[in-house]
């Protein structure tokens, strides 16, 4: 379902125009607004124009082709434009400022005045500020997001990566445009596996395990129990007796759990802060324990429940899917059901009017039946459940070294971007200042931008060459660019200024870039409407490479005041562009390299 109507996707600060040039077209073709907003286009190729309206639509009622259309429609548009003197009042101004109409094959084709374009744009980039490309669409309206959700007593892992990246920045998208957003990591604390954690404890653990245990060591008794029990197969029945035990409230049992997951939080916790990701409640599976009874209660009420083969279930055969299981036989709940208690507390919490689930494409079923299942349920909201699935992270030739085994650790991977970062400025910039702050910046975002380019449903290939790649389309060259933005504005030395002569940002290399800069807004609503990051990350690779072909062949420091007056801002607003780009990503934008 999607969030906004298709006109959104080309909202953007040029809007100026936009709603000037939909009143012209209204007049002329009788059309509604909203429809012709909806069909305007931005042409391939800036030679071509602005602006574009396609005549398909008309054809049906004319009963020409589209590209007649095209010509006659274009020719009245610019006899009207040209007759009407600057004082009519049929004429606003925006319609003044059209340049030129001509038909381009079967579209009609507009072209602006450039100076009020460049005014437009870079006087709304200076003014706003870090708040440009934010928008009030989601004031009073809340977003929760889950994502990340490992699970206790184990590492995190790279396979972990993606739901923690991508969750970030939609949260980071949804924020830009005013909705408050509840980031929640639904962690993995509760269920069968815990029962034989403790087992393995009792069994094999060390007495110092409150005190000097980490998650290595947990993990090495879940991995030992399994070992065992392929020996013993009375294991697994002693660890289904103690989960049932925790589930029961028995005290060993929660003391137990409860240390366990104390371990993993404060490990976790160091991820989290080396990828500068914040949420607002660690809430697991286990927090809705007591919920379940009651939410297995409603969905008997609503004749939904059935017993099959011992166990209780939602039948789902009707909708096309498998049965949605609640209870085991042995009584125990699974995850569905705690999904379910969640997503009614979080309703009945947060009154959330959307909530979105970050978790990989293998679940897609399981989701699937969840919405089914609160659709049956009788809850209109439903429909505001949205599972945004992604690929898999995989290492070119299948491979990455690592301290640790075959299980590619999220802080290995992390700190060896750092590593390889710090050898690079001791090589190339060895008397940069904050040298580790940056390494840490530039490192980090490298891995982040490498995991959010990539669509994300498709699986990422990671290659520590080109992620960290200062020229190929990669972090490390947006935050150079940026850096090196900021080192242009430190050497002009002087306050930057809008009181600029915008006429003479005339040039094809500069118009193509502040045209860029200006559709920045739309980019965040596009990301939120498709959750696709990805979308600003390839943004921000074309403002870096406007930027770049501007910057080779034109001077900004070229000794004529009032021509640097007008650069430096172009030069400001898009370094101010690219380190919002790189905020809503979760990445920052070191200013020095």
Not at 315 to 328: G, I
Not at 395 to 405: A, C, L, N, V, Y
Request: hydrophobic share 40%; proline share 3%; with cysteine.
């Amino acid at each position: 379902m999607s969030l906004y109507s298709r006109r959104f996707e080309i909202l953007n600060i040029m809007d100026y125009f936009i709603q000037n040039i939909v009143s012209l077209l209204k007049e002329k073709t009788h059309l509604p607004g909203e429809e012709i907003e909806r069909l305007i286009e931005i042409p391939p190729d800036f030679k071509m124009g602005d602006y574009a309206f396609p005549c398909y639509i008309l054809s049906k009622t004319l009963k020409k082709a589209p590209n007649i259309i095209a010509t006659e429609l274009s020719r009245t548009l610019q006899t009207f434009i040209n007759e009407n003197t600057p004082e009519s009042p049929f004429l606003k101004r925006g319609l003044r400022e059209i340049t030129e109409v001509k038909a381009v094959g079967p579209y009609v084709n507009f072209s602006v005045d450039k100076a009020t374009l460049s005014e437009i744009a870079l006087k709304t980039i200076y003014e706003e500020h870090d708040e440009y490309g934010n928008k009030n669409i989601g004031k009073g309206k809340t977003v929760v997001i889950d994502f990340s959700s490992p699970n206790i007593a184990k590492h995190l892992a790279v396979h972990h990566l993606r739901s923690a990246l991508i969750g970030n920045a939609i949260r980071h998208i949804y924020k830009a445009l005013g909705y408050t957003c509840v980031g929640i990591n639904h962690l993995g604390d509760w269920g069968t596996q815990f029962g034989q954690l403790i087992v393995a404890y009792k069994k094999w653990g060390n007495e110092n395990a409150h005190t000097s245990y980490t998650v290595t060591d947990l993990n090495n008794l879940y991995v030992k129990f399994h070992q065992e029990a392929e020996k013993n197969p009375g294991l697994e029945d002693e660890a289904r007796a103690w989960f049932k035990k925790l589930e029961s409230g028995d005290s060993e049992a929660k003391e137990l759990w409860q240390h366990f997951k104390d371990i993993s939080l404060k490990e976790f916790q160091k991820i989290y802060d080396l990828l500068g990701i914040h949420f607002d409640a660690f809430i697991g599976e286990s927090f809705y324990n007591t919920m379940v009874e009651d939410t297995i209660t409603r969905i008997k009420e609503k004749g939904l429940a059935r017993v099959s083969e011992q166990a209780l279930i939602v039948d789902l055969e009707p909708h096309n899917m498998p049965p949605c299981l609640l209870r085991k036989k042995d009584d125990t709940t699974l995850y569905a059901t705690r999904d379910i208690a969640a997503a009614e507390y979080r309703k009945n919490t947060y009154n959330f009017d959307r909530m979105i689930y970050v978790v990989g494409s293998e679940q897609k079923l399981h989701f699937q039946q969840l919405f089914k299942v609160l659709e049956l349920m009788g809850y209109e909201w439903a429909n505001r459940c949205v599972h945004v699935d992604f690929g898999l992270m995989k290492f070119k030739d299948g491979k990455m070294s690592t301290r640790r085994g075959k299980v590619v650790l999220l802080e290995d991977l992390l700190t060896g971007a750092v590593e390889r970062i710090r050898k690079i400025i001791e090589e190339k910039n060895p008397s940069l200042e904050n040298k580790e702050s940056v390494a840490r910046d530039v490192g980090i975002g490298a891995v982040i931008f490498a995991d959010l380019c990539t669509k994300r449903n498709k699986d990422v290939i990671f290659d520590w060459d080109e992620v960290l790649n200062f020229e190929g389309e990669t972090g490390p060259y947006i935050q150079y660019t940026h850096a090196r933005l900021c080192s242009i504005l430190r050497k002009y030395g002087r306050p930057v200024t809008a009181d600029i002569r915008f006429e003479l940002l005339k040039e094809d290399e500069a118009i193509i870039l502040i045209k860029n800069l200006g559709q920045f807004p739309s980019v965040i609503l596009k990301a939120a409407e498709f959750y696709e990051p990805s979308l600003i990350c390839n943004y921000l690779i074309d403002v870096c490479g406007h930027l770049n072909r501007f910057y080779n062949i034109h001077r900004v420091l070229s000794g004529d005041e009032e021509l640097e007056k007008a650069r430096i801002l172009l030069v400001d607003a898009t370094r101010q562009v690219v380190k919002n780009g790189l905020y809503v990503l979760g990445m920052q934008a070191p200013e020095r390299m």
